[in-house]
């Protein structure tokens, strides 16, 4: 470990060589440092974002829609672990005003059933409103994702850094070789 970083003392060790033996705990302990500290204000501006859209749907309210087709797609599958909502066309009314348009129903409902949807101020149909494990998922998927990007990107750098490190290698063997090599040619 100590050869691989350097410690060694070894007068023939390249710089180049030290900076590469030290590139992979460097890329490593910048994560750990960095990670935290971007889930972390990742998490916080995603709260902000979920408690402004709470906000926002304090307003909304619901309503009765009559589907006007069927929802396509099985009642349930998987005995009822698997159900999901599909928009299909429906008629419903919201301040004063009758209005047709697609709204999220169950899969397999009946044309002609009625499904509660949920509208804004205008009486527009919304998806339903976050709930606080949705908010909850939503914080840990976006804190999930900034980490995966985090180490994705120290990742790219410290190949960069590589590469960078290995041209200047090749360049400083080439120069050697030619101050050397026409030394080692001659003939006596």
Do not use: Y
């Not at 910048?30 to 995603?46: E, I, K, M």
């Amino acid at each position: 470990m100590a050869r691989r970083l350097g410690l060694d003392h070894n007068p023939l060790r390249r710089r180049s060589d030290v900076i590469e033996g030290w590139l992979l705990p460097a890329t490593v302990v910048a994560f750990l440092l960095l990670g935290p500290l971007v889930a972390g204000l990742l998490g916080l501006r995603v709260n902000a974002e979920n408690a402004a859209a709470q906000r926002a749907e304090q307003s909304w309210r619901q309503v009765p829609a009559v589907l006007l087709k069927a929802a396509p797609g099985p009642m349930m599958s998987d005995n009822g672990a698997n159900a999901w909502l599909v928009w299909t066309p429906a008629r419903w009314a919201a301040n004063g005003r009758t209005r047709t348009g697609i709204v999220p129903a169950p899969s397999g409902t009946k044309a002609g059933a009625t499904v509660r949807v949920w509208v804004d101020r205008t009486g527009n149909v919304q998806v339903p409103p976050l709930t606080p494990a949705r908010a909850g998922d939503r914080v840990v998927v976006a804190m999930a994702f900034a980490l995966a990007a985090l180490a994705v990107f120290l990742a790219c750098l410290a190949l960069v850094i590589r590469a960078v490190l290995d041209r200047r290698r090749l360049a400083d063997w080439e120069t050697a070789w030619l101050s050397v090599g026409p030394q080692w040619s001659r003939h006596p």
